[in-house]
Every structure is written in structure tokens, then in C-alpha cells.
């Protein structure tokens, strides 16, 4: 413990687009930084070399899995969410787009801030930091979405994707590129297309490529495999005297290695689902009363849907790109992707099921069966595993439009652990699918001769998927109608700050990382330099990005 009495001045909980930034920025201005991570930490080297190696790509840590991928299920949405120390980073599709027009008029928080004007400068900080180009080649799968779109009469929309990859040299080691120098020594991308796998080439810029190793070297500490179970103030009751907060080791049974860190501010940047579910349970347990009942309000999913184009044979071949690489819009609330796992996602299948439109949730199953019995040759085609990564193309289709669930506690275990539930919003219900996903399906099924697939709780019982959780402690005006204010300060406390997804609060119609990013960014902005602290020199960038 310091002088003053804290074990450090701010504590991160989470290690994704808002708590590397949190990190670094916080590091920047003086502090003594500390970052707790649930997930393990990876070298390049120690991501799984195909989905089929479960312990290394799934987290499910009570199971001994300790991989990137984390996959829970509600009785209104199937979540995709990343962990691991750099967070969703590692396994997103390097995607990044700033957000969708709507976005920034959505009522919950329009008449706060011209948010174009406010957020512009941090998206602009955002891309350099995080390396975004635009994607310089065409896929096959590219090449059928630019086909489609023509055809359909909205073929100026499609785009090639912004991502954050160093395209370089394939497979050519060369001195960092991004931050004249200062950063690591990067690897130009080989197209392998296993980006969502994890890179184990150092192509893809991740935060540990940036953001947290900057932090790092500014001396945040980072600590990983530590789970976040209480946050709490120390002496009044609004944070003002500093927080205790308390971590255990992830996964244990027993044995759990529990401690208790003081600081003098904390970042809650968990995810959208990890901040929820931690918040809540702080509000339960007493320990942070003050969170607005309007916690786990305005949850969003991006509107998302989610299907897999698979051709029957294996003169296709749609893996040989990086994860996601071009864009076409519908409608200018509906954006669509094609996505690859590479040629290593063959296990991936296992979740899908043949895709069922017809039906609720109550009468899903029952046509999901008619379908089956209908079409058995095409429910055959979508049990094959064998080389159907290379033989797919993932449709990720999000909107701008209105509509929310909520996250509820059902019931806490007895170590205080709450369970969530959902409840759709009864006003602007999340939808079962999005007919633009099944159009384009079934027209690219048609075109490559191949059938159409939806994770299985979709195709079964009609629960949708996301790989976007957004809100639940949401901008808001008032405690009345947001968990923290616009600057992201929990309402009723000092020095407590949410950035990460569950902030935003409206759907982004696009990928959201480079949005969180952007938000923290204006967050940190803030925060005054500690007083009396040396403060580094800014980083500084490479003309060419």
C-alpha cells in the first residue's frame, strides 16, 4: 500500500475497447493504474490453432476451459462476448466502423450533446490508435455481396471494410509501423481468415498491440484471471473517501484466492454483460445502492441476425480473406457483412441448425421439425463438419432500429453470484430475425448452391443471436432515466466511471468497437492529470496511418 493510503489511484475491471483505453489514458495523466482481467493472458502463440480445441478458444473456466469466447444463453438472445486480457479484441472481426447516423439521435441521450460533433475527435484518436485501414483486396465472398446488392438495387452501398490489420508483406516481420517506432514489431497479414480464432501471426491489432502496450509500458499493472465480486466505497457513502474492491481467482471451485485492492476511483469496463451483472449485484448486495434503478434497462443487441451460407461442395472456397471484408447496406438502417472463420471453424457448425423462419417462440420447434422432415437431405448437409469453414459465408446483419430487452436478476446463489434473466422491452421488442438476413440468405444460397443455417437456439426456438451486447448502465439525463451521467459517471458516486459496451445507449447499426473506443476516449478526456505527476510524452503516430 502507498503512502496515501491506496493500493492505487484508479482500478480498471475489464481489459476491452473501454478499459484499454481507461488504462492507457489514466497511466498518461499520472495515475497508478491497476487492471483487473477475468480471462488469461495470450501470446500470439497460445490462441487455439482451430475452434475444435475447445480448451483454448471457449471460456467456460469451472470447466477448465480458459479460451477467448464466452457464449451465454437467455430465454430472449444467444450472447457471443470476448475474454482474455485485450478483452473482445482478440477474437472480434477486426472491424471498424464508425456508427451509423441514428445512432447519435437516438432520444435516450440526443439533447445532451451534439454527440457527432463531441465524439469526432476520439473516433479520429480511436482509428490511429488502433491502426484502421480500409481492407485492399476483394474476396469471393465480397464479389457475391457486391452481386447481390447490385442486383437488388443498392449495389452503391457496398464498401470495403475499415479494419484494424496490418496488411504489410504477408508473413514479413517488420519494426512497428504504427507509432514511429514505439510500439511492437508487427507481421504483415497472411489472409489465413482465422482473425476470429485468435491471430497467432501478429498481423491483427489487437489491444495488446497498442492501447495496453502503452499502458503497460506507462506502468499500469496488469493482473490477469481475477474476477471482480464486490465494489465498494470506503468511509462515506458516495466514493468520495475511495473504493475497496475485491477479486477472486476465475474459475475456482474452492481455494479462491480472494483479495481486496483499495483505490481512489474504478472503472467498471466488464462488457456489456460482465458490467451488468456486476453492477447488479453490487445494488443487491448493499454495496453500491445509489446505481439507478434504471440498471439493465435498454439493453441492445444491435438488432442483430446472424446465418451461415453453406455450399454443398468444396469447389468454394470463401477463407482465404480476413475475417470480415466489405459492407452493403439495404436500407440505411440495415447493414450487412460477410464473415469467415478461415479454413480453422470447422467446429463452429455444431452450433447451427437448418434456418427456420416460420414460427414464434412458442410454435418455433414444431416447425423447426416440419422443416427437418420436409427437407432431411438439407438438414443432412448442415450436420457436416468437414471443411465447412472454407465452405461458408456468415451473414452479420445489424440495425439502427428501436428496440431493447432488459436484464433482470432471477435469483442470487448463495456467494451473492446473481443469475440474469431477460424481459423483452413490451414497447420495442428485439426482433426473432431480420427478413433483410433471410433475403440474403436465401439468395446467396441460390447463387452457390448451398443451404441456409442459424445457431441453433434461433433455428429451434426462435431466440435470436448478437455478438454485440449493448447498454443495461446507459447515458441518461437524470438517475431517473440513465445509470451514469454523459461524462459516464455513475449517478450517486465519485470517481466511478462505466466504458465499455454497457454505456451506449442505442443500437449502433454497425460493429461497436471503435464507438466504445471512441466514448472512453471523450470519458478519459475529463479526467484532470494527477497533480504533481510527470507526465510522458504523448504518443506519437507514423504519417502512413
Not at 17 to 43: D, W
Not at 136 to 150: H, I, N, R
Not at 339 to 357: E, H, M
Not at 491 to 497: D, R, V
Request: proline share 6%; hydrophobic share 40%.
Amino acid at each position: 500500500m502507498s503512502v496515501d493510503g491506496f493500493d492505487y489511484d484508479w482500478l480498471v475491471i475489464g481489459s476491452g475497447f473501454g478499459g484499454s483505453v481507461s488504462a492507457l489514458r489514466l497511466t498518461e495523466k499520472g495515475y497508478r493504474v491497476g487492471l483487473l482481467e477475468c480471462g488469461q493472458r495470450f501470446e500470439d502463440a497460445d490462441f487455439a490453432e482451430s475452434t475444435a480445441q475447445v480448451r483454448r478458444y471457449y471460456w467456460m473456466p469451472l470447466l477448465g476451459l480458459k479460451g477467448i469466447l464466452r457464449l451465454t444463453l437467455f430465454k430472449d438472445v444467444f450472447v457471443a462476448t470476448g475474454c482474455g486480457v485485450g478483452g473482445g479484441s482478440l477474437g472480434y472481426a477486426n472491424t471498424l466502423y464508425r456508427s451509423r447516423p441514428d445512432f447519435a439521435k437516438n432520444p435516450q441521450w440526443a439533447r445532451l450533446a451534439d454527440w457527432d460533433a463531441e465524439l469526432a475527435p476520439h473516433y479520429d484518436t480511436a482509428e490511429h490508435m488502433l491502426g484502421v485501414v480500409p481492407y485492399d483486396q476483394e474476396s469471393s465472398a465480397d464479389e457475391l455481396m457486391k452481386q447481390y446488392a447490385t442486383e437488388k438495387g443498392f449495389g452503391e452501398t457496398f464498401t470495403q471494410a475499415r479494419v484494424g490489420v496490418f496488411l504489410g508483406d504477408p508473413g514479413k516481420t517488420v519494426p512497428d509501423p504504427f507509432f514511429v517506432g514505439e510500439g511492437p514489431e508487427r507481421t504483415g497479414c497472411i489472409r489465413c481468415g482465422s482473425c476470429m480464432v485468435g491471430c497467432r501471426h501478429n498481423a491483427k491489432n489487437t489491444l495488446m498491440k497498442n492501447y495496453l502496450w502503452f499502458a503497460e509500458r506507462r506502468g499500469a499493472a496488469i493482473m490477469p484471471e481475477r474476477t471482480v465480486v464486490d465494489v465498494r466505497p470506503l468511509g462515506e457513502g458516495d466514493g468520495s473517501d475511495g473504493y475497496a474492491v475485491t477479486s477472486v481467482r476465475s474459475g475456482r471451485w474452492a481455494r479462491k484466492d480472494r483479495q481486496t485492492m483499495t483505490a481512489r476511483g474504478v472503472v467498471f469496463s466488464a462488457g456489456a454483460l460482465g458490467t451488468n451483472r456486476l453492477l447488479q449485484r453490487c445494488k443487491f448486495s448493499g454495496a453500491l445502492p445509489k446505481v439507478s434503478d434504471r440498471l439493465g434497462t435498454l439493453v441492445r443487441t444491435n438488432s442483430e441476425s446472424i446465418l451461415a451460407v453453406t455450399a454443398n461442395d468444396d469447389t468454394h472456397d470463401f477463407a482465404r480473406s480476413i475475417a470480415i471484408t466489405s459492407s452493403i447496406y439495404p436500407a440505411p438502417d440495415t447493414h450487412i457483412e460477410p464473415v469467415t472463420y478461415g479454413r480453422n471453424g470447422d467446429t463452429q457448425s455444431l452450433i447451427l441448425s437448418l434456418a427456420t423462419v416460420a414460427g414464434s417462440r412458442g410454435t418455433r420447434p414444431f416447425f423447426f421439425l416440419l422443416n427437418v422432415l420436409r427437407h432431411p437431405r438439407n438438414f443432412l448437409r448442415s450436420m457436416r463438419v468437414r471443411k465447412w469453414s472454407g465452405r461458408t459465408v456468415i451473414l452479420l446483419v445489424m440495425q439502427t432500429v428501436e428496440n431493447s430487452i432488459m436484464l433482470r436478476v432471477k435469483f442470487r446463489l448463495p456467494g451473492g453470484f446473481p443469475v440474469l434473466t431477460t424481459k423483452q422491452d413490451p414497447d420495442n421488442p428485439i426482433p426473432d430475425s431480420v427478413p433483410a438476413a433471410y433475403e440474403a440468405g436465401a439468395w446467396l444460397a441460390e447463387r452457390i448452391g448451398g443451404i441456409v443455417q442459424a445457431a441453433t437456439p434461433e433455428a429451434v426456438l426462435s431466440i435470436p443471436s448478437t455478438a454485440h451486447l449493448l447498454g443495461g448502465a446507459v447515458i441518461g439525463e437524470t438517475p431517473e432515466t440513465g445509470v451514469i451521467n454523459a461524462r459516464q459517471e455513475v449517478f450517486g458516486y465519485q470517481s466511478l466511471l462505466v466504458c465499455d459496451g454497457s454505456a451506449i445507449p442505442a443500437n449502433v447499426g454497425v460493429n461497436p468497437s471503435l464507438t466504445i473506443t471512441a466514448m472512453t476516449e471523450r470519458a478519459m478526456a475529463f479526467i484532470e492529470p494527477k497533480p504533481g505527476a510527470p507526465l510522458p510524452a504523448p504518443i506519437s503516430f507514423t504519417a502512413s496511418t
